[in-house]
Each structure stands twice: as C-alpha cells, then as structure tokens.
C-alpha cells in the first residue's frame, strides 16, 4: 500500500509538471471568485474510479467542480457573497463526503509587515471555517493555517496579483 502510494503521488508529480505555460497562467489568473490551484492528488473516496479524470473526493474534484478558494477585500476577513457562494458549494461537498478532512489556508499580499499578514492570514482561515462550520461541517474535520505573504500565487507586484493573493484555500487533507 506504502509503495502504491508513493508510485501515485510521483505520477501526480510528473503530470502536474508537464503542465504547459499556457495553463499554469490560466490557473493563476484568474477572476475574483474563480476556481483553480493546487492539482489533485488522485485519490479519492474508498478507491472510487475516476470520472471524466477526477477521482470523488479528491483535491482536484473540489478544484473542477466546487472551487478551492475564496478571495478577500483590502485589509479584511469578512466574506464577500461570492465567497458564501463558493463555500455554500464547499459545505455541499463536505457533506457527501463525510470521511474527507480539509485545511483552510488563510494568505495575504506582500503589503504590510510579516507579522500583520500572518494574524491577517489566520482571521480568513478561521472566517471560513466559521462560515463552513456554520453551514453543517464537523468543525473537527477542518484545520487552519496563516501562511500570511509567505505563499504567493502569483509574484505580479500590481493590484491584480494582490488580488489573487488575499485569499483562502480549501486543502483537502
């Protein structure tokens, strides 16, 4: 089983890196509310088979067909009603799938000192979760982290690419 997984996990790796430019920038461009990010890790729900290449109950299910994040205004933690949409949908998916635990990654622009960004980071985290917890997850299933500055996904210095950063992730762990 040891082996299967670590034989899974490097042909996750090796896909994900012959990505092409094209689609790295789709992934990191895109509007307020959109879905994108991290690639899935190819499991899924008691071994399920794949639909259409997206195993059930895996990261990459809930980056296709959910949306894996949630973007936030200047200097602010509160949810935006795009935001409740998109976590309406990650509530639904939590739902069906019962046995599935996530991390809500909290992140901030470069502006502003590490410290501040980091405290900011964790208001979002904990914003989401609160909101999910809200509408029915086992607030058990779900972990926090602040990653702050510190994990930018896009390296643009300009009002867009700060955009893209104040954000928070669903991670499924």
Not at 120 to 127: F, K, V
Request: proline share 3%; net charge negative; glycine share 12%.
């Amino acid at each position: 089983m040891f082996l299967r997984t670590i034989l899974m996990l490097s042909t996750v790796m090796v896909l994900a890196a012959c990505s092409s430019d094209e689609e790295a920038a789709m992934n990191t461009s895109m509007p307020a509310g959109a879905v994108g990010g991290v690639a899935g890790d190819g499991f899924g729900q008691g071994g399920a088979a794949p639909i259409g290449g997206v195993v059930p109950g895996s990261q990459q299910d809930l980056v296709v067909n959910v949306g894996d994040r949630v973007f936030f205004a200047l200097d602010q933690a509160d949810l935006t009603s795009e935001a409740r949409s998109t976590l309406d949908r990650q509530a639904a998916w939590l739902k069906q799938y019962t046995n599935v635990s996530i991390t809500i990654e909290g992140h901030a622009d470069e502006r502003g000192t590490r410290e501040y960004n980091l405290a900011l980071g964790e208001r979002r985290a904990n914003s989401v979760k609160s909101y999910l917890m809200s509408q029915g997850v086992d607030g058990s299933r779900i972990q926090t982290i602040s990653y702050g500055k510190e994990r930018p996904a896009v390296t643009e210095s300009n009002p867009s690419g700060w955009a893209q950063n104040r954000r928070g992730v669903t991670v499924v762990n």
